[in-house]
């Protein structure tokens, strides 16, 4: 079988796999979303933090809860890295300096999950299980709550109530996220990936001595990793260790999990507002933009220029040679349109355009399909653009499932937009500008501008992927880049949950002859080319003087 045809096979077994889950999923996380009923568990928890689940919840009231949890989460992770060197199961390593223990803290509570340290030379048992796993799970579950919050704005009138944070965040984390997680965790335990806490052992003789390992819950961990598009690796190699990724099943069952649930959202979100048909117009824009990205990566990657590249079966440099390039190209491209980060190869080592796609899939803001929660609110802020471009072309003022997109609407919405991009190019071009930063770049020319501009854009859309050969562990990258993961994860919270109260409290418009049909074909084809305009004319000028330029050079 040839390499080609073996990417290909994968990427229909994916898209089946997903098709089969995609129902009973999506309704079931609308029904989670939309019970008033609370488990025994859960009243445990409410119980215990003090809040009640049945006040509904204003979105000041839904923005406050969301960033106060936020912040606690961050100091409780700081002072468990800082104190590391006094807790048991430390497994001797020492406590985490201040800067690197707040980029970790500020990346895995916003979902971004970049780490500038070896997770096998650096994190004991606690850290990891009780810190960062922890909040693989809680990150994820704020931002499904968001989304949540979002579509309740759409499905409701009249009033400015998005729900209660406490009890979607629960909700998320017990009912949804932790059984799917349990059950994956298994999977991947049978698939070879290992589950202990074990010390510090050595690994075999090799030329020049032998390896040490440590053991770790790494199975479970690497469950939630996946699911909730979290991304940060127990080891630094992440998905490319065998005790992470053990065998070509387990690595299209990550791939499998990375996309499950933003693509299942879709369908919560049509049933949550009354119209599967709106939820299928959402997903066939994400599903557009994946298999697109897919094919042009595969194509990149597989393409030969030379007589290595034909012996290889394509360009196999920063691959996983246990999966080719197929699979590998499959994982970028799935890792880098939603949040999660994680990898099975090394972006760095990809070809010029190859590494160009990666970061444009983040560019475009991770919607196609996104992080847990946020690929779906990031997706119908960009749905409201495009009906806001379409009201403008004819002379109408636009609307969207029954609501008026007016100008407190579109505000939110160019904010929401701005914000990320913002983010990405003042750090780079500060970093760029100044002289400490640019030492920490492997390469130079376009390849090394490559590098930092990589780095902002995972950090500032939450993503957590490296292109690798990027020194990002000094003060510099780790306290910028720290920041720009809080900005770039809370603030545009700010104008979701802000938008959402603003639809909430609207009356319902009836639909006419002149209204926008966003459940067909040419609305999906609107909005995908209202994506990727958008995005191309914000970042074509960075991408020319990195990806564009190293790629026409080859």
Not at 68 to 96: D, E, T
Not at 514 to 533: C, D, Q, S, Y
């Amino acid at each position: 079988m040839s390499s080609v045809l073996a990417g290909v096979l994968q990427m229909v077994a994916l898209i089946a796999a997903l098709a089969l889950a995609y129902r009973p999923l999506g309704d079931y996380m609308a029904k989670v979303y939309s019970s008033d009923k609370h488990l025994r568990v859960e009243k445990w928890i409410y119980k215990g933090i003090g809040a009640n689940p049945n006040t509904e919840m204003r979105w000041p009231a839904y923005l406050r809860g969301v960033l106060a949890f936020s912040a606690v989460s961050v100091l409780f992770l700081y002072l468990l890295q800082r104190f590391q060197g006094s807790l048991p199961g430390s497994l001797g390593f020492s406590s985490i300096d201040p800067d690197q223990a707040f980029n970790t803290a500020a990346s895995f509570v916003s979902n971004t999950n970049w780490q500038s340290y070896y997770g096998e030379q650096a994190m004991g048992h606690v850290v990891q299980t009780g810190g960062l796993a922890v909040q693989n799970f809680l990150s994820a579950s704020v931002g499904i709550a968001v989304a949540v919050a979002l579509v309740r704005g759409f499905a409701r009138s009249r009033t400015g109530e998005l729900g209660n944070f406490w009890s979607d965040l629960v909700r998320g984390t017990v009912r949804i996220l932790l059984p799917i997680s349990v059950i994956a965790a298994i999977v991947l335990v049978a698939c070879g990936a290992i589950q202990n806490f074990s010390g510090i052992h050595e690994v075999g003789q090799f030329t020049g001595g032998s390896q040490q390992w440590n053991g770790g819950a790494v199975a479970s961990q690497e469950a939630i990793k996946e699911l909730g598009t979290n991304g940060g690796g127990y080891f630094n190699a992440n998905s490319a260790h065998p005790f992470e990724n053990p065998n070509a099943f387990s690595n299209l069952f990550e791939i499998f999990l990375i996309l499950l649930i933003p693509f299942a959202l879709t369908r919560t979100f049509g049933r949550m507002v009354g119209s599967l048909k709106q939820g299928y117009a959402i997903l066939a824009t994400m599903v557009t933009i994946w298999i697109g990205f897919t094919a042009l990566m595969m194509w990149t990657e597989f393409a030969h220029h030379g007589p290595a590249f034909d012996i290889a079966g394509g360009a196999m440099e920063g691959k996983e040679t246990r999966f080719g390039v197929g699979a590998s190209s499959i994982f970028a491209v799935a890792t880098t349109l939603t949040s999660t980060g994680a990898v099975d190869s090394f972006h760095s080592s990809f070809t010029g355009l190859g590494g160009g796609i990666t970061m444009l899939g983040m560019q475009l803001g991770e919607i196609a399909p996104g992080g847990t929660g946020s690929g779906l609110y990031g997706m119908l802020i960009m749905a409201i653009i495009a009906v806001f471009i379409a009201g403008l072309m004819v002379g109408r003022t636009p609307e969207y499932l029954g609501k008026k997109i007016g100008t407190r609407e579109i505000k939110f919405a160019a904010c929401y937009i701005l914000i990320t991009p913002a983010l990405v190019l003042v750090f780079t071009a500060a970093a760029m500008a100044l002289p400490t930063p640019g030492n920490s770049m492997t390469n130079s020319g376009a390849h090394g501008f490559s590098e930092i501009l990589y780095a902002y854009t995972s950090a500032s859309n939450n993503n957590g992927s490296a292109f690798a050969g990027l020194n990002a562990d000094t003060q510099w990258f780790n306290s910028t880049l720290g920041l720009a993961m809080l900005l770039g994860r809370f603030l545009p919270m700010v104008f979701v949950l802000a938008l959402a109260g603003s639809l909430a409290e609207q009356k319902p418009v009836p639909a006419t002859a002149g209204t926008l049909r966003t459940e067909k074909p040419l609305f999906t084809g609107l909005l995908v080319g209202a994506i990727l305009i958008i995005t191309g004319l914000t970042y074509f000028p960075a991408l020319a003087l990195g990806p564009l330029a190293e790629g026409l050079a080859s």
